[in-house]
Nanobody, 124 residues
Framework: QVQLVESGGGLVQAGDSLRLSCVAS????????VGWFRQALGKEREFVAA????????FYAEFVKDRFTISRDNAKNTVYLQMYSLKPEDTAVYYC?????????????????WGQGTQVTVSS
């Protein structure tokens, strides 16, 4: 397991952009696949995007495709989620998660390391 810390959330208006960061405590992070998930108030946690350990592969939930981009800089032990054209329905706590054994997964149960989350609020 690794320790993960998310940052970059905040209050923005519809149509704005934000970049979330997920920083890991271990240099071995480069061997971990990473997923971003989100949880809106009163709803279940849902998959947003995932990236392989090398950064060579990624995939997205349908509802964020073409608006969000996941990337990573293994030299900085950091994974990013760049979010464009934000909508009020994107309001949620965003979590990053990592696992050394999964390739790419949208299943939250496949990840064994989680951050504490960062709040994203999009006003209309």
């Amino acid at each position: 397991q690794v320790q993960l810390v998310e940052s970059g959330g905040g209050l923005v208006q519809a149509g704005d952009s934000l970049r979330l960061s997920c920083v890991a405590s271990e240099r071995t992070f480069r061997g971990y696949a990473v997923g971003w998930f989100r949880q809106a108030l009163g709803k279940e946690r849902e998959f947003v995007a995932a990236i392989t350990s090398s950064g060579g592969g990624s995939f997205y939930a349908e509802f964020v495709k073409d608006r969000f981009t996941i990337s990573r800089d293994n030299a900085k032990n950091t994974v990013y989620l760049q979010m464009y054209s934000l909508k009020p329905e994107d309001t949620a706590v965003y979590y990053c998660a990592a696992d050394a054994t999964v390739g790419l997964s949208r299943d939250l149960h496949d990840y064994d390391s989680w951050g504490q989350g960062t709040q994203v609020t999009v006003s209309s």
